[in-house]
C-alpha cells in the first residue's frame, strides 16, 4: 500500500516551461489537496477538491491549476512557471468531508530558474 | 478569517529538558479542529494530533502533551524529557467548519525545535 505518491521527486524547470506535479492516492479518500511550502511561511493552500468532478481556490492559486477527474489523482500544473514557483509542494487527502486529519505525500521539490 | 501564531521561530535545548511549543490561533467560528504535524529533517509531515473546539481536555501520549485552552485562543504542545529524535519543524494547523471542513488546513510557519545531546 503506497498511501500517497507524488511525480517527481524533485524537478529543475526554465521559467516559461509547463510542468504537471503529478499525486496520486490509494486509499480512497474524498478530499484531495495541494500545498506549498517556503521556508518562513509555513504551508499555504493552493487548490483543493472535495471529490472527483469539484475543485476550489485555496489561498495562493494565481498561477497554478488543478483537474480531478477520478479519486485517486488530483494533478497540479503550472502553466508558465515563474521563479516565484520555487518551493516544495505536498499533495494530501482526507477522509470524508469532516474534519479529519490529512495525510500528506512526501513532496516535490521544485526550482524554477 | 482563519490564522495561525507559532511565534517561536526555533527553539534550542538540550537533551532531556522539557520544551513547549506555543500556538495561538484566530477564527470567527465556534466549531473549529486544531491539529499538529511534525517535520523531521527527511521532510515528511507527520500527523500528531486532532483537537475540535467542543473538547478542551489535554491530552497525553506518551512524553507529549497538549493544553488547550480557549479563553486564551491558545493550543500548546509540550514535550517531555526531550530526545534528540524530537528533533524536527513543528507546525500547528486549524481547520474551521465553514463547507464541512473541505477547504484545507490555515498552518502556522512553524517552530524549529532543535535538541543538543
Known amino acids: 500500500i503506497a498511501g500517497i505518491t507524488q511525480a517527481p521527486t524533485s524537478q529543475i524547470l526554465a521559467a516559461g516551461r509547463r510542468m504537471t506535479l503529478r499525486c496520486t492516492q490509494d486509499m480512497r479518500h474524498n478530499a484531495m489537496y495541494w500545498y506549498r511550502q517556503d521556508l518562513g511561511l509555513g504551508l499555504r493552500l493552493i487548490h483543493y477538491s472535495n471529490t472527483a468532478g469539484t475543485t476550489g481556490k485555496g489561498e495562493v492559486p494565481d498561477g497554478y491549476s488543478v483537474s480531478r477527474a477520478n479519486t485517486d489523482d488530483f494533478p497540479l500544473t503550472l502553466a508558465s512557471a515563474v521563479p516565484s514557483q520555487t518551493s516544495v509542494y505536498f499533495c494530501?487527502?482526507?477522509?470524508?468531508?469532516?474534519?479529519?486529519?490529512?495525510?500528506f505525500g512526501p513532496g516535490t521539490r521544485l526550482t524554477v530558474l | 478569517a482563519q490564522k495561525v501564531t507559532q511565534a517561536q521561530t526555533e527553539i534550542s535545548v538540550v537533551e532531556k529538558e522539557d520544551v513547549t511549543l506555543d500556538c495561538v490561533y484566530e477564527?470567527?467560528?465556534?466549531?473549529?479542529?486544531l491539529f499538529w504535524y511534525k517535520q523531521p529533517p527527511s521532510g515528511e509531515l507527520v500527523f500528531l494530533i486532532r483537537r475540535n473546539s467542543f473538547d478542551e481536555q489535554n491530552e497525553i501520549s506518551g512524553r507529549y502533551s497538549w493544553n488547550f485552552q480557549k479563553s486564551t485562543s491558545s493550543f500548546n504542545f509540550t514535550i517531555t524529557a526531550s530526545q534528540v529524535v524530537d528533533s524536527a519543524v513543528y507546525f500547528c494547523a486549524l481547520s474551521d467548519d465553514s463547507g464541512g471542513g473541505a477547504d484545507g488546513l490555515t498552518f502556522g510557519k512553524g517552530t524549529h525545535l532543535i535538541i543538543q545531546p
Open positions: 494530501a487527502t482526507k477522509e470524508g468531508l469532516l474534519n479529519n486529519e490529512q495525510f
Open positions: 477564527t470567527r467560528d465556534t466549531t473549529y479542529y
